[in-house]
């Protein structure tokens, strides 16, 4: 074959290729819209003539603000407001013929938004996400603005911190009059095992065209950018019509999603008309199955799996409500360091980021809805609200209008991400309909002698709760129709996962029609009805879905397989729900403000973790819980039964060996070994074991001398740990958790500080103030020490240490920078880290 001739059939191929190949110069845009606001703080219908400051989304501005005892304990004395968002933006001519929509994660609360001046809505619920199309009221190739407000006067209307402002993140959406909508994609894996797996794809298409229009859907699924597989379907579709469209695809051994290896396969779905792409949508998802059995328990990819679960809220201390993918990432991944695999979002739908990265890190959640339906709770007080109050008007104003909407929303948006196995609809929402706590004989004038709700049976038959509730006066509202509405809205768009809700009086919502709207009842720190709901309703499924981060929820579990695990309150430190300056939130978590571990991790990480573990604490006779029986020389509680009736919170330890020479120190160690011996100076103080205790902490009574105390595992000498008295203040030790970050914005580095003494030691017993002194081109976030107590300003560059440490998180801006950071303490100064921005 000749030259010529091999060039012509080179040339020839190339034009068949090119006819061939499906060109996607008209698909959907996707712009982040988070860069160029600016804000007002203020109650202004126009602000023009008032000063705006430049801010990138997401923000929180409450968080900005110092905190203050005048403000509400509830919502963490950081106040709320108005606050004004505006942005110019610019939509190119080439753009006329298609829809563009913005798309809001959250905004925190009772939003309502314009473009050019018109009127697009409101949303009071703060926690969902929501859109509106632009496309009429935009002016092409000129500016366009858009304005935000954002109404929060009423700063007292959550138990917790909400956060103030456009805290999640927003986009801006281009695409084809013949599209996929937002949420137009469900996928579902019905039927998987190890060598295929069903892949069902419903895909909503929506043609706003004012003719027919005829198309091919091609989706075609990816694993690790590798085409797996590719299916096309035929599309006739009636002008301004949607239509949705079924796909099934098999995938031969399949990469299974579970917690140890949470695998993530790739949709990406076209819609094709004369071999030009239109529009093209990527849709993550897992390949998995689950369910629950009455008897045994949860089952995930048919393996008996044990929910070792936490609570969440959604602020994440310095950051407040707005948080970076970043924070998240370290915080979760701390927790799964302790074995956790599960996640409640209490009590309100997550950022979408947060799923994402639950789908990532391999977390189970329980995807959680409304804290407060028809009636209100006092937030003031943490209990059902009975005085009307303006300043703590919240959700439950606009619940029966917008609960249906906004339920759906969240399942809408949510349903893909197979972290996800099952959706909540209400939290302790009995405390708000009085007939429920009356009827139980555990309060008011049913209450039958001194019974305790938290840790006895009922002691009221059955048939008496019943008549008490019965033949009393119904509310406006009834709960249980309430609820069965609400489950009804979830099945209409996912009816692949079961429904549950956070039982706080499941003595009367088993009977009252409330346990039977749900799939699986949820019981809130009520492990002294396990058995008794188990017995009395067998055919229903029970679940721990808040308990107390305790041993003895745990026992619970191990002892009872029809209760297939629990979600401890919580997981990490969170604000709000505080009814005392200066206490700005809850200390009852396994990570504190800051994400540092607190003892209650270590015991967890000792009952969850496979990994060996051992940890000390310390603390002073008088301060502990415990004493030295002098007849058996053992260590016993001052008050006998005290670790079963411990509930919010960790009894006060020390982390330090620094005490007065001679004094009596309690010694605790949270460790998963059977045995482990203690020594002091390379001295044994003794042996103990696990199996000779109930509340899985071994004890040692040991008079202080200075020097090192050392725990070893009997079983693997080799895994030991110690604690050393630390000396003077000598030095700062800075550590950061990633040396470089991309220049977009988004991208956190942690700094944490540690003061030390001239040996090497941590100084855990006293506390200093610490500056940090930055150079370079980056955003500060803020600063923290972990404490609850902590009221200095998160917006600063400096802080007194908690317990010897500190943190304080820098952000990337747009341009690359070197940065160095140092952090100093009157004339000690830590070494310099430098941080590459690129």
């Not at 709320?80 to 298609?98: A, L, P, R, T």
């Not at 990994?611 to 002098?630: A, F, M, R």
Request: neutral net charge.
């Amino acid at each position: 074959m000749t030259i010529k001739t091999q060039l012509f059939f080179i040339i020839l191929s190339a034009l068949f290729l090119s006819c061939s190949t499906i060109k996607e110069k008209e698909s959907r845009s996707i712009k982040d819209f988070n860069f160029d606001w600016e804000f007002y703080l203020g109650d202004v219908e126009s602000a023009e003539k008032e000063t705006w400051k430049s801010v990138r989304l997401p923000h929180d501005w409450s968080v900005e603000h110092s905190f203050t005892k005048e403000a509400a304990g509830a919502t963490a004395f950081l106040p709320g407001g108005i606050g004004w968002y505006k942005k110019q933006f610019f939509v190119s001519e080439n753009d006329k013929n298609k829809i563009i929509s913005i798309e809001f994660d959250g905004v925190y609360s009772n939003s309502e938004v314009w473009i050019n001046g018109n009127y697009l809505g409101k949303r009071p619920y703060g926690y969902i996400p929501f859109s509106y199309e632009l496309t009429e009221h935009l002016k092409y190739g000129e500016a366009n603005e858009i304005k935000v407000k954002v109404d929060r006067s009423a700063y007292i209307d959550c138990r917790w911190y909400p956060g103030s402002g456009i805290y999640r993140s927003v986009k801006l959406i281009a695409t084809n009059k013949l599209h996929i909508p937002q949420w137009g994609t469900f996928i579902t894996t019905p039927k998987v095992d190890e060598k295929n797996a069903t892949v069902s794809l419903k895909i909503d298409i929506k043609n706003q065209f004012k003719v027919d229009k005829k198309a091919i859907l091609k989706t075609t699924i990816f694993y690790q950018n590798e085409i797996i597989s590719t299916v096309n379907s035929s599309i006739n579709l009636s002008a301004d019509k949607l239509k949705k469209v079924s796909q099934n695809i098999n995938i031969k051994n399949p990469e299974i999603w579970d917690i140890e290896s949470p695998n993530l396969y790739k949709a990406v779905s076209k819609i094709v008309i004369d071999d030009t792409v239109i529009d093209r949508k990527e849709t993550k998802f897992g390949v998995r199955s689950f369910s629950f059995d009455k008897n045994e328990g949860f089952f995930l990819n048919g393996k008996n799996t044990l929910i070792k679960g936490v609570c969440l809220h959604h602020d994440a201390g310095l950051v407040g409500a707005a948080v970076p993918k970043g924070v998240w990432k370290r915080r979760l991944e701390t927790l799964k360091e302790a074995g956790v695999n599960a996640i409640r979002t209490a009590h309100n739908p997550p950022s979408a980021e947060f799923l994402d990265l639950c789908d990532e890190l391999g977390f189970l959640v329980q995807d959680e809805a409304f804290d407060e339906w028809n009636n209100p709770k006092d937030k003031k007080h943490n209990y059902n609200q009975v005085k009307s109050d303006p300043l703590t008007s919240g959700y439950t104003e606009h619940f029966s209008e917008w609960s249906e909407r906004d339920l759906k929303n969240m399942v809408l948006r949510d349903r893909n991400h197979p972290s996800i196995i099952m959706w909540s609809i209400g939290n302790e929402i009995e405390w708000t309909y009085a007939r429920y706590g009356q009827a139980t004989g555990y309060w008011g004038e049913n209450k039958v002698g001194d019974i305790n709700y938290y840790y006895d049976e009922p002691r009221l038959a059955i048939n008496k709760i019943k008549k008490n509730f019965n033949t009393s006066k119904p509310s406006k509202y009834s709960l249980a129709n309430t609820a069965k509405n609400l489950s009804k809205w979830v099945k209409e768009i996912d009816a692949t996962r079961p429904v549950t809700a956070n039982l706080v009086i499941p003595t009367v919502s088993n009977f009252s029609g409330y346990a039977d709207a749900l799939d699986i009842v949820g019981l809130s720190y009520r492990q002294a009805v396990y058995n008794y709901s188990h017995k009395n309703y067998p055919n229903k499924t029970f679940l721990g879905t808040e308990n107390w981060a305790k041993y003895h929820e745990w026992k619970a579990v191990l002892d009872k397989p029809f209760i297939s695990g629990i979600f401890l309150w919580t997981g990490i430190d969170y604000m709000g729900e505080s009814r005392s300056w200066p206490v700005k939130g809850s200390g009852s978590g396994l990570l504190d403000f800051a994400g540092f571990k607190k003892p209650a991790f270590h015991m967890f990480k000792s009952l969850w973790s496979t990994k060996p573990h051992i940890y000390i604490t310390t603390q002073n006779e008088e301060k502990s819980p415990y004493k030295l029986d002098v007849k058996s020389n053992m260590v016993v509680e001052k008050e006998k039964g005290w670790s079963k009736k411990q509930k919010w919170g960790w009894h006060k330890v020390n982390e330090h060996w620094n005490y007065n020479k001679g004094e009596e120190i309690a010694v605790e160690v949270y460790t998963n070994q059977p045995e482990v011996e203690l020594f002091l100076n390379d001295t044994s103080l003794g042996i103990k074991k696990l199996s000779d205790v109930d509340d899985h902490i071994l004890k040692w009574f040991v008079p202080y001398s200075e020097g090192k105390l050392t725990a070893k595992s009997v079983e693997t000498s080799s895994i030991e740990t110690s604690i050393k008295t630390a000396k003077e203040f000598k030095n700062i030790k800075l550590e950061v958790d990633k040396t470089e970050l991309k220049a977009d914005g988004y991208e956190v580095a942690h700094f944490t500080v540690q003061l030390m003494d001239e040996n090497g030691n941590p100084i855990k017993f006293e506390d200093k103030e610490i500056e940090f002194i930055i150079e370079g081109d980056a955003k500060l976030l803020g600063v923290d020490n972990g404490h609850y107590a902590n009221v200095q300003d998160y917006q600063s560059n400096r802080l007194k240490t908690h317990n010897g440490k500190a943190l304080m998180i820098l952000q990337s801006n747009l341009n690359a920078s070197i940065v160095k950071v140092k952090a100093i303490c009157v004339d000690i100064t830590s070494e310099i880290i430098t941080l590459s921005i690129k």
